[in-house]
């Protein structure tokens, strides 16, 4: 059974910084895709940032978060990281971590998330 632990959430100023840890367990190796989401209340569950299968993985940024956010994974455990620095209100969100299965959203992995809070 696969499954995702994302750590790392808590509270912090505008302007911090914070890194989040998604553990997988259930897979082989590193050569997987995985993505980090969010959702603040009210809104929708949107895509954050994605990195590739290893090696050579491309990654992906939300507009939003370019520029702020990095994901990377660790060289030698099944773990990704989401280093987030330069941090804004509006980042208040749950974060979790994904594992595509290949077909749907609702099908795929999913972490129980972590919260994020930004506030002064």
């Known amino acids: 059974q696969v499954q995702l632990v994302e750590s790392g959430g808590g509270s912090v100023q505008p302007g911090g910084s914070l890194t989040l840890s998604c553990a997988a367990s259930?897979?082989?190796?590193?050569?997987?895709?995985l993505s980090w989401y969010r959702q603040a209340p009210g809104d929708s569950r949107v895509r954050v940032a994605t990195i590739g299968p290893s090696p050579g993985g491309g990654t992906y940024y939300a507009d939003s978060v370019k520029g702020r956010f990095t994901i990377s994974r660790d060289p030698a455990k099944t773990i990704v990281y989401l280093q987030m620095n330069n941090l804004h209100p509006a980042d208040t969100a749950v974060y979790y971590c994904?594992?595509?299965?290949?077909?749907?959203?609702?099908?795929?992995?999913w972490g129980q998330g972590t919260q994020v809070t930004v506030s002064s």
């Open positions: 259930g897979v082989t190796n590193n050569n997987y895709l």
């Open positions: 994904n594992l595509p299965t290949g077909t749907t959203l609702a099908a795929d992995y």
